[in-house]
């Protein structure tokens, strides 16, 4: 059974740093894509950054290139996301994802992900 857990949220003041770490279990972790997700209050989940099995390839949405970071450590299961100069609007839950298909690719799309943790709430005060 698999299953996400992620860490690291809380209330930061706007430029602040936050983070998150997603550790899974469950499946040979090294063997699939990771992404991150956030879901502001009355929006739909929206793609933040996925990186591919190895971490050899890295996708980032416009509005974080430059601010956040993503990487992995295979041998700890776990997936990172380094969010600095962090603003009000980057407010919303975030989400760990775990890949459907062994070595596949990344993807933008919720629905190319088979596994979600539970969330963790980042919260950016102006």
């Known amino acids: 059974q698999v299953q996400l857990a992620e860490f690291g949220g809380g209330l930061v003041q706007a430029g602040g740093s936050l983070r998150l770490s997603c550790r899974a279990s469950?499946?040979?972790?090294?063997?699939?894509?990771m992404g991150w997700f956030r879901q502001a209050p009355g929006k739909e989940r929206e793609f933040v950054a996925h990186?591919?099995?190895?971490?050899?390839?890295?996708q980032y949405t416009d509005s974080v290139k430059g601010r956040f970071t993503i990487s992995r450590d295979n041998a700890k299961n776990t997936v990172y996301l380094q969010m600095n100069s962090l603003k009000p609007e980057d407010t919303a839950i975030y989400y760990c994802?775990?890949?459907?298909?062994?070595?596949?690719?990344?993807?933008?799309?919720?629905?190319?992900?088979?596994?979600w943790g539970q969330g963790t709430q980042v919260t950016v005060s102006s």
């Open positions: 994802a775990q890949g459907r298909v062994i070595f596949g690719p990344v993807s933008v799309l919720t629905t190319s992900y088979g596994y």
């Open positions: 469950g499946r040979t972790f090294s063997n699939y894509a």
């Open positions: 990186i591919n099995w190895s971490g050899g390839s890295i």
